[in-house]
C-alpha cells in the first residue's frame, strides 16, 4: 500500500483557558487554591528517594512554576512520579499514574513516567542489522525487545543537575550506556532535561552521542488521567490526534512496513473524539492486535525538517476541564491507551489502576525502524548529535 502524507500540520483548538488565569485566583500546590494572590516565585528542591538494590541513593526533585503547577521527578529512570494541575474549579491533583515511594518502581512496572531507551518501543524479534553487522538484544516483550530491553534507561540513576531561569525551573539528567550495553553498539552519552516554566508547559528535551553508529530513539512514558488521582477510567478523555496514518502492525505489535490511512477506521482521531467511542471496536483487525490502541500515528508536517516543531495531540478531559496539548519535533507518536492495565497495581495514595485507568502518549520515531528502511532514520553516528524535544502545554477548558 502507498500513502502520501499530505503537507499540513495541526492547530491547538481554540477556547483554551490558561492556568494563568485560573491561577489567579490564588493558588496552592495541591487541594483547592488558596486566595493569596496566586503567584509565587518559581522553585525547584530536591530530596532523598531511597536507594537501588545496589545501594546507589536516589533523589527525587520538585519543581514548581509561578502558577502553583508542580512536578516530582527523580533521577531513577527519570520517572516523573507526580504531576499536578488545576481544573476548572481551581482544584490541583495529580495527573500522572505511579508510586508513592522508590521500592515501587524498582518492582515490574509498565514504565510509569519513565524515560525510555536506548531504543523506545519494539524491535523485532530483538535483532537489527547496521552497517554490515548483526546484533542481538534482550527478548522482553513476546518475541521482541522493548524499551531498551531489560535494564533500558528508565532502571538506571542518571546524574542530577538542577538549574533556574527567568521563566522557570528545570532538571537535567545525565547517562552514558556503555558499549555493547543491553546489546547495542558504541558508547552513548545521553541527557534529558526536563523544564516546567511559566507558560504552563513541561518541556522535555533530549540530546545524545555516540562512539559507534547505533540507532536512538528516546521518549517519555508518563501514564495521563486528568480527571486527576486516576478517579475513574480514561475513556471520556477526548482525543484528537493530527494524523492521517498509522503505521499497522501484526500480532506481536511490530509494524508490518506499510501506511495505513485513518479514515474510516477507529483510529480516526482527526476531529476530537472519545477514546472509548471506537476502543473495542474488535472487527477491526488493529483493534484485536492491540487491545485497544497501542499504535504510533505517523503525524503530518507542514515542515518535515528535524528541528520544526508541530502540533501533534489535544486531549481534554470533561469533567474537570483539564487540557494537555502536545508539539513534537517527532515524526510518530504512540497513543497507548492502558490495555494491560488490570487492577493489580496499587500506585499513589492506595489509588487502584484499573483496566484502562491511564493513556500513553509516547512521541517517538517508528516503532523498529532499524529493520524498516523506508520509515525515518533512527541511527546515531559518531560526530552526530541526536536532538529532539517534546512539549506538553496545560490549561482548561471553561
Same mark, same amino acid.
Request: glycine letters at 12%; charged letters at 20%; a neutral charge.
Given at each position: 500500500?502507498?500513502?502520501?502524507?499530505?503537507?499540513?500540520?495541526?492547530?491547538a483548538?481554540?477556547?483554551?483557558?490558561?492556568?494563568?488565569l485560573?491561577?489567579?485566583?490564588?493558588?496552592?500546590?495541591?487541594g483547592?487554591?488558596?486566595?493569596? /494572590?496566586?503567584?509565587s *516565585?518559581?522553585?525547584? +528542591?530536591?530530596?532523598?528517594?531511597?536507594?537501588? %538494590?545496589?545501594?546507589?541513593? =536516589? &533523589?527525587i526533585?520538585?519543581?514548581?512554576?509561578?502558577?502553583?503547577i508542580?512536578m516530582?521527578a527523580?533521577?531513577?529512570?527519570?520517572?516523573?512520579?507526580s504531576?499536578k494541575?488545576?481544573?476548572?474549579s481551581?482544584?490541583?491533583?495529580?495527573?500522572?499514574?505511579?508510586?508513592?515511594?522508590?521500592?515501587?518502581?524498582?518492582?515490574?512496572?509498565?514504565?510509569?513516567?519513565?524515560i525510555?531507551?536506548?531504543?523506545?518501543?519494539?524491535?523485532?524479534?530483538?535483532?537489527?542489522?547496521l552497517?554490515?553487522?548483526?546484533?542481538?538484544?534482550?527478548?522482553?516483550?513476546?518475541?521482541?525487545?522493548?524499551?531498551g530491553?531489560?535494564r533500558?534507561?528508565d532502571?538506571?540513576?542518571w546524574?542530577?543537575?538542577?538549574?533556574?531561569?527567568?521563566?522557570?525551573?528545570?532538571?537535567?539528567?545525565t547517562?552514558?550506556?556503555?558499549?555493547?550495553?543491553? /546489546?547495542?553498539?558504541? *558508547?552513548?552519552?545521553a +541527557?534529558?532535561?526536563?523544564?516546567?516554566?511559566? %507558560?504552563?508547559?513541561?518541556? =522535555? &528535551?533530549?540530546r545524545?552521542?555516540?562512539?559507534?553508529?547505533?540507532?536512538?530513539?528516546?521518549?517519555?512514558?508518563?501514564?495521563?488521567?486528568?480527571?486527576g488521582?486516576a478517579?475513574?477510567?480514561?475513556?471520556?478523555?477526548?482525543?484528537?490526534?493530527?494524523?492521517d496514518a498509522?503505521?499497522?502492525?501484526?500480532?506481536?505489535?511490530?509494524p508490518?512496513?506499510?501506511l495505513?490511512p485513518v479514515?474510516?477506521?477507529?483510529?480516526?482521531?482527526?476531529?476530537?473524539?472519545?477514546?472509548g467511542?471506537?476502543?473495542?471496536q474488535?472487527q477491526?483487525?488493529?483493534?484485536?492486535?492491540?487491545?485497544?490502541?497501542?499504535?504510533?500515528?505517523?503525524?503530518?508536517?507542514?515542515?518535515?525538517?528535524?528541528?520544526?516543531?508541530?502540533?501533534?495531540?489535544?486531549?481534554?478531559?470533561?469533567?474537570?476541564?483539564?487540557?494537555?496539548?502536545?508539539?513534537t519535533?517527532?515524526?510518530?507518536?504512540?497513543?497507548?491507551?492502558?490495555?494491560?492495565l488490570?487492577?493489580?497495581?496499587?500506585?499513589?495514595?492506595?489509588?487502584?489502576?484499573?483496566y484502562?485507568y491511564?493513556?500513553?502518549?509516547?512521541?517517538?520515531?517508528?516503532?523498529?525502524s532499524?529493520?524498516?528502511?523506508?520509515?525515518?532514520?533512527?541511527?546515531?553516528?559518531p560526530?552526530?548529535?541526536?536532538?529532539?524535544?517534546?512539549?506538553?502545554?496545560?490549561?482548561?477548558?471553561?
Open positions: 500500500m502507498s500513502f502520501t502524507l499530505p503537507a499540513r500540520v495541526g492547530r483548538a481554540v477556547g483554551l483557558t490558561s492556568l494563568a485560573v491561577a489567579a485566583a490564588g493558588c496552592a500546590s495541591s483547592t487554591m488558596a486566595a493569596t /494572590g496566586g503567584r *516565585a518559581p522553585s525547584i +528542591t530536591r530530596a532523598p528517594f531511597g536507594t537501588t %538494590r545496589e545501594g546507589t541513593p =536516589v &533523589e526533585f520538585t519543581l514548581t512554576n509561578r502558577h502553583g508542580e516530582r527523580t533521577n531513577y529512570g527519570g520517572l516523573i512520579v504531576l494541575t488545576a481544573d476548572r481551581g482544584r490541583f491533583d495529580d495527573i500522572v499514574l505511579g508510586y508513592d515511594s522508590l521500592a515501587g518502581y524498582l518492582r515490574d512496572t509498565p514504565y510509569f513516567g519513565a525510555v531507551g536506548r531504543y523506545g518501543n519494539r524491535i523485532a524479534k530483538g535483532t537489527f542489522t552497517d554490515g553487522q548483526t546484533y542481538k538484544l534482550a527478548i522482553n516483550n513476546g518475541p521482541n525487545s522493548l524499551h530491553g531489560l533500558g534507561f532502571k538506571v540513576v546524574t542530577p543537575e538542577t538549574f533556574q531561569t527567568a521563566s522557570g525551573v528545570g532538571l537535567k539528567l547517562y552514558t550506556s556503555a558499549d555493547m550495553e543491553e /546489546g547495542y553498539p558504541g *558508547a552513548l552519552t +541527557t534529558v532535561t526536563y523544564t516546567l516554566n511559566d %507558560r504552563d508547559e513541561l518541556v =522535555v &528535551e533530549y545524545a552521542t555516540t562512539t559507534k553508529a547505533t540507532p536512538v530513539n528516546l521518549t517519555q512514558h508518563s501514564y495521563w488521567n486528568l480527571a488521582s478517579s475513574r477510567d480514561i475513556l471520556g478523555h477526548v482525543l484528537t490526534i493530527d494524523a498509522i503505521t499497522p502492525v501484526d500480532s506481536t505489535l511490530i508490518t512496513g506499510e495505513m479514515s474510516g477506521t477507529p483510529f480516526d482521531f482527526r476531529t476530537p473524539t472519545a477514546i467511542a471506537r476502543v473495542d474488535r477491526n483487525q488493529q483493534i484485536r492486535f492491540g487491545g485497544g490502541y497501542d499504535h504510533n500515528f505517523v503525524l503530518n508536517r507542514r515542515d518535515p525538517s528535524a528541528d520544526s516543531m508541530a502540533h501533534a495531540v489535544r486531549v481534554v478531559e470533561p469533567t474537570s476541564g483539564r487540557t494537555m496539548d502536545i508539539w519535533m517527532e515524526p510518530g507518536v504512540q497513543f497507548y491507551s492502558g490495555n494491560f488490570d487492577g493489580s497495581i496499587t500506585g499513589k495514595d492506595g489509588a487502584v489502576y484499573h484502562r491511564g493513556l500513553a502518549l509516547e512521541t517517538q520515531h517508528f516503532p523498529d532499524p529493520n524498516h528502511p523506508n520509515f525515518p532514520s533512527t541511527i546515531l553516528r560526530g552526530d548529535t541526536y536532538h529532539t524535544r517534546t512539549v506538553f502545554a496545560f490549561g482548561v477548558q471553561r
